[in-house]
């Protein structure tokens, strides 16, 4: 297959993860005010998780599902337990998010060691689909339906539920959505586990294309924290278009600039922030 | 008295090689001073400008690589530390500008951002980095013909520069300059209808702050005589922030205190296990959560509240 080909399926596959990934940053970006450094540690916990679920007979599906839930049931406890403590500090939440981070890669690099672990691509997935005559990986084409259904179903979520009508409440104005009966608080709750969810499930499905090594999370915060900047954040189209952008940027310029291909994935960045800071789909702050 | 203060202060900080007792300490002691500068230089904006930064280790490890390449080019203290200071302020000019598209938490963001690129070229731009390997300096500089190679006189070089941007820090919190920007922290918009250029003001200070950063980045090279990208990790940048948090912000003595309670900590913690990051966590939540204004308010604020209730005690014994 063409070299170029297979660079824009990696891009499609690597942006679909990013959407995964990053939906839930921005929404909590955008509901709570919390830059939440934790993301790429769940990505990561998820992934591991994940591993362990598999190595006692588990199979890959109902542990992608399982090690995202106790991903979000962590996330829970530690919105419910610090972040709450810590309401209307933002800075604080932000560096406690850091802080966590840190014990959460600490803690993983004890259980899990630091050799990278594969996930086995599900039996099913294995091999090539052929497309209009062009053979596809089949798994990679997986991640990507995978992630269309996800994008589909977080804007129904958002744009059609009682749910999604009071979360974009949330986003548009805390107080007056306070006003109004909308219990805002539990509403952090939710988008947390459910961006944690997401982030870990994220993490358990890449696995079998990225493996889970130490300083995975290191890796996919930077990526996460790009796509919201260039998106705008509380914007899923934001995270959607932001998502792909990165993907491509970030393996076509690995094989054409393979030493500065992390400097290339920043600049559409530095470009948005000058000359659009509140992000392609972001609106201007009030 | 706080003249007596100072100037004891002072001599026991200069005898610190004949008390403290081993080189292996005298080290620590000069860590401590040159991450000090590092946490005096986050505080400008963190504290002074209430812009808290992510990316600082950036900085710090621009100025070493800078000095590094330009050392091994053969030149000699002088050009080395003219080049790599003039490098970190180009970079703290380029970070100041795109950084200071947000404030807040945007600020943060983009802070952690920017570090991460440089963290990105100091691993991936091997051609110019070195890569993983990182880059070597053959022995310490000596400048004026001073020799930097024993413990002891890394100690007291590093010292002079210490007092340098602590005289320097005294200076710009008195200056109307430390005004102004005290004053863009607590009200932009005011100081905006006053006809102060906010902007101007925050970019300076990132200026100041990056120049600092820079000269502990030098110092921590020749410490070292080594860098790699570990130096400039987001972990580099969070320690720097935690020293400043740690100690109290916006206070000229907390970054110092901090300094030395996270190096000290970290020498400790890392002699008994290897789990330093947990413990560097655990700490930045506990201290953020328990200790929100930091040890140095903290301990004033406890001193206070120990005075006030032991007076009427000493009032009923007389």
Request: hydrophobic share 60%; glycine share 12%.
């Amino acid at each position: 297959m063409n070299l170029w080909l297979v660079l824009a399926v990696n891009s499609v596959t690597l942006g679909g993860l990013l959407f995964l990934l990053s939906a839930g940053f921005s929404l909590i970006f955008g509901l709570m005010k919390i830059p939440n450094l934790t993301h790429g540690s769940f990505f990561m916990l998820g992934a591991y998780l994940a591993t362990s679920l598999i190595a006692h007979g588990v199979d890959f599906w109902t542990a992608a599902v399982v090690g995202g839930l106790l991903v979000a049931v962590f996330g829970g406890i530690v919105e419910r337990l610090i972040l709450r403590r810590l309401a209307g500090a933002e800075l604080a939440q932000v560096l406690v998010t850091l802080g966590l981070s840190f014990m959460i890669a600490d803690v993983c690099l004890m259980v899990w060691t630091g050799d990278p672990i594969r996930i086995a691509t599900p039996s099913a997935l294995r091999g090539a689909t052929s497309v209009a005559g062009l053979g596809f990986p089949t798994y990679r084409l997986a991640i990507s339906l995978i992630a269309v259904v996800f994008a589909v179903a977080l804007w129904a979520l958002l744009d059609r539920t009682r749910l999604g009508a009071m979360i974009r409440a949330g986003v548009d104005d805390p107080a007056m959505a306070r006003v109004v009966g909308i219990r805002v608080s539990r509403l952090f709750t939710v988008v947390f586990c459910l961006g944690a969810w997401l982030a870990g499930f994220a993490g358990v499905i890449g696995g079998p294309i990225l493996s889970v090594y130490p300083g995975l999370d290191g890796e996919m915060l930077p990526l996460a924290l790009v796509v919201v900047i260039l998106g705008g954040s509380g914007s899923l189209l934001g995270s959607l278009v932001g998502s792909f952008v990165v993907g491509f940027l970030y393996n076509f310029g690995q094989a054409m600039f393979p030493e500065l291909a992390y400097v290339v994935l920043f600049l559409p960045m530095l470009i948005v922030l000058v000359v659009r800071p509140q992000g392609l789909f972001g609106r201007p702050a009030a | 008295m706080s003249r007596l203060a100072l100037g004891v202060a002072l001599a026991i900080l200069a005898a610190v090689p004949y008390w403290v007792g081993g080189t292996y300490y005298v080290n620590i002691a000069s860590q401590v001073l040159f991450y000090a500068i590092l946490a005096l230089g986050v505080n400008v904006l963190a504290g002074y400008a209430g812009l808290v930064s992510l990316g600082h280790a950036g900085l710090f490890g621009i100025a070493a690589y800078a000095g590094a390449r330009i050392m091994n080019e053969g030149y000699g203290p002088v050009g080395v530390t003219v080049g790599a200071l003039a490098v970190t302020l180009l970079a703290s000019a380029i970070f100041a500008v795109l950084a200071l598209r947000g404030t807040g938490l945007g600020f943060v963001m983009i802070t952690v951002a920017l570090g991460q690129i440089v963290w990105g070229v100091a691993y991936r731009w091997i051609s110019i980095t070195n890569g993983d390997n990182g880059i070597a300096i053959r022995g310490r500089p000596s400048p004026l013909g001073l020799s930097l190679t024993s413990p002891a006189g890394f100690y007291w070089a590093t010292l002079v520069v210490f007092l340098l941007a602590v005289a320097t820090m005294a200076v710009f919190v008195a200056s109307p300059f430390g005004a102004s920007v005290r004053g863009t922290r607590d009200q932009p918009r005011r100081m905006n209808a006053l006809g102060y250029h906010v902007w101007m003001i925050r970019f300076l200070a990132f200026l100041f702050s990056g120049f600092w950063s820079g000269v502990a980045g030098l110092l921590y090279l020749y410490y070292n005589q080594f860098v790699s990208p570990q130096a400039v990790a987001l972990t580099a940048s969070a320690e720097a922030l935690l020293m400043v948090i740690a100690g109290g912000t916006a206070t000229l003595l907390g970054p110092i205190a901090g300094a030395a309670l996270v190096v000290i900590m970290k020498n400790v913690v890392s002699a008994y296990i290897e789990r330093w990051n947990f413990v560097l966590g655990a700490i930045f939540v506990a201290i953020v959560v328990f200790m929100p204004d930091g040890l140095v308010p903290g301990a004033r604020r406890l001193w206070r509240w120990a005075r006030a209730s032991a007076r009427p005690a000493l009032r009923s014994v007389g």
